[in-house]
């Protein structure tokens, strides 16, 4: 069974508008973690927000945030006032457990794209 | 901020010869380090969890002795496709995490990845 489900493989949005993409997630660990890691034509994997299970607030990094469902498993992240240069492939992943050793599994990703 | 650095950032072989990869951690220990591969428009693929000093773990499906993992020292992991085919050519991408667990530590760092090509 698919652990990181993102359901939407493309998306286009304009320029300046909100994003949303979609991430729902299974695990029957009490102890997780859930990323979201943007991943542009040149390959690199950048971190872009974080949210613990034990989180009480959803978590925000400037444009970013992430809407944590946890009853639902959802961890959505929020663009907001979208820019070109947020055009690249985005992937939601969850880390089960809390040790250092603890792996990290990627859903299958969301490719946006942004209009002018 | 943390820094992990993946050499070679390309590497382009004949089939039959065996290529080396390395990850290093710049600024932090990394008892564990992970391995992962990406084919064109995929997602990673978690391809084995590398620890220091022992055995690597590796994933269902993932041959141990046709990908070499060592983790001689808490900054660096190396993956070794030996006997490399072109069906082997991918995207390898090496990720790190501080030992010490704590806030601000949670994420994985990742290296620029390798783009392997078998002839």
Request: one cysteine or more; proline letters at 3%.
């Amino acid at each position: 069974a698919q652990k990181i489900t993102q359901t939407q493989p493309g998306m286009f949005v304009q320029e300046k508008e909100a994003v949303t993409l979609d991430c729902t997630y299974d695990t029957s660990d009490q102890s997780y973690g859930l990323f979201w890691y943007k991943q542009p034509s040149s390959g690199e994997m950048i971190f872009l927000i974080y949210q613990g299970s034990y989180d009480e607030q959803n978590a925000t990094e400037g444009r970013y945030s992430l809407n944590f469902q946890k009853a639902r498993k959802s961890a959505n992240l929020v663009i907001s006032a979208s820019q070109l240069g947020d055009s690249a492939m985005y992937f939601c992943a969850m880390r089960e457990g809390y040790s250092s050793a603890s792996k990290i599994i990627f859903g299958s990703g969301t490719r946006l794209s942004i209009r002018p | 901020g943390a820094v992990v650095s993946q050499h070679p950032s390309w590497v382009i072989c004949k089939s039959g010869t065996s290529v080396k990869i390395e990850c290093r951690s710049l600024d932090f220990q990394a008892t564990t380090m992970f391995w992962y591969r990406q084919f064109p428009k995929q997602s990673l693929m978690l391809m084995a969890t590398s620890n220091e000093g022992s055995k690597a773990t590796y994933e269902q499906g993932v041959e141990k002795d046709k990908f070499l993992i060592n983790h001689a020292s808490l900054t660096l992991s190396t993956l070794t496709v030996t006997s490399a085919h072109p069906e082997d050519s991918s995207f390898y991408i090496c990720s790190a995490r501080p030992a010490v667990m704590g806030r601000g530590n949670e994420k994985l760092f990742f290296g620029s990845g390798t783009q392997l090509s078998v002839l």
